[in-house]
């Protein structure tokens, strides 16, 4: 799957170096667990990987392009997405488990874990923790929000 830079190209994609590095083993496993999902709005996005480049120091600011931005926790962002409720039928079911499923994947690999919301109507999200190398690594998707 390939990686997409942002704006400002400060995330960039991971290489093979000598066999499997732990980033890349834990971005394949999040976007395995992110397939076929899409982020909910007046869109529907999907999750696409993405990791920060490390020879860039991190800051939320560095996302934004002088948007504003908001930063709140996995479980603001997906806490719909992951909810069961009495109407839903099998599809929707089956979505939330894969859902529950994306968010426990994402609290195995990743530590620190983020949200930061870019923009006011078309929002960039970028969820983004640190992998057992301190690697910043995470996903994104697109909102609209009218």
Known sequence: MP???PRRGRISPIRRKQGVSV???SVEKITAAANGLLMMSETDA???PFAWDAATPFSPEALTNGQPIQTISLEQFLGNATT???WHGEAEKATVSQFQQLVEVLKAE???IQVYRVGEINI???ILGKDS???LI???TQLVET
Do not use: V
Request: aromatic residues 12%; hydrophobic residues 35%; without cysteine.
């Open 110 to 112: 990743l530590t620190d």
């Open 84 to 86: 069961m409720q009495d």
């Open 3 to 5: 990686f997409r830079r």
């Open 124 to 126: 960039d999200a970028y």
């Open 46 to 48: 999907p999750f696409t």
């Open 138 to 140: 995470g996903l994104k």
């Open 133 to 135: 190398a301190g690697n």
């Open 23 to 25: 980033a890349e083993t």
